[in-house]
């Protein structure tokens, strides 16, 4: 079943406040097998997923929308960073959802989600095109 | 590193084994089983467990940061996911490439344009990375 067209332009609620320690940087670095930054404080590229993904899960299980988590593929993403994350950051994202286009079968859904401190500091902005297949009753 | 246009970074090689996927799994909050089940991967069509397009893109940046060595001067960064990586249940995994060049540079950022790959597929599309010179 195709999404809604009026959700184009929606923006959702913040998430919760998400403190980001040194271990969580340090676990997240390890994982990607990459050497720790020099300060031990700074997040990598790719980081500001762990908070952004909050709310892309926030979207694919609002039951309002009727998005099916396994009919879900992360279609691109791309990150414009005012600077990078660092330990201590207490960070919220805030999801719009920009575009909404169906197309053989398929919702692509343009997604920006703006990371920023909980005092206004924009940090970073992770756009992410979600594609949704259709159910076999479409 | 300074950058000029043209110049041709130093390639990077990274193994892909299935511990890794769990150990980005865990870190990163994403447990879709499609990237640790043989038998969910498959019944939606995969021919097995894949990489998360986001580990994958995690290496790109990877190999973008040893080329920088400093990740303050990161402007943007971000990929199209093309080809699953599929990551066999052994000891030895798979290996990705990343390859990566300076398109241009021009008043004070240089652009840099990534090819990522495993084994002949293209595993991500349009991958560009902004920093500043």
């Known amino acids: 079943m195709a999404l809604d067209p009026s959700l184009s332009g929606r923006t959702f609620p913040p998430t919760s406040p998400y403190v980001v320690s040194h271990e969580k940087i340090a676990e997240f670095t390890q994982a990607i097998g990459a050497v720790p930054f020099e300060n031990g404080e700074t997040a990598p590229p790719t980081f500001p997923i762990v908070v952004a993904f909050a709310a892309m899960t926030a979207l694919m299980n609002d039951p309002e929308l009727g998005i099916e988590l396994h009919r879900v593929v992360h279609g691109d993403q791309r990150f414009e960073q005012s600077r990078p994350i660092r330990a201590g950051d207490e960070l919220v994202a805030t999801l719009t959802i920009d575009t909404l286009r169906a197309a053989a079968g398929m919702d692509m859904i343009g997604t920006r989600t703006e990371v920023a401190t909980t005092s206004g500091e924009p940090v970073v902005t992770a756009y992410a095109t979600l594609v949704h297949r259709a159910g076999g009753d479409a | ?133």
């Open chain 2, 1 to 133: 590193m300074n950058f000029e246009e043209g110049q041709v970074l130093e390639p990077q090689t990274y193994t892909v084994t299935r511990t890794d996927l769990v150990r980005y799994a865990g870190a990163s909050g994403d447990f879709n089983p499609i990237h640790w089940s043989d038998r969910v991967a498959t019944s939606v069509g995969l021919p097995g467990v894949i990489a998360h397009g986001m580990y994958t893109l995690a290496l790109a940046g990877r190999a973008l940061t040893t080329w920088l060595d400093d990740p303050e001067r990161v402007v943007s960064f971000g990929a199209r996911f093309t080809k699953p990586v599929v990551v066999p249940d052994d000891d030895n995994g798979v290996e990705v490439e990343v390859t990566g060049s300076v398109s241009s540079v021009d008043d004070g950022i240089a652009t840099l344009t990534l090819n990522v790959t495993c084994g002949d597929a293209k595993v991500l599309g349009m991958s560009k990375a902004t920093v500043r010179c």
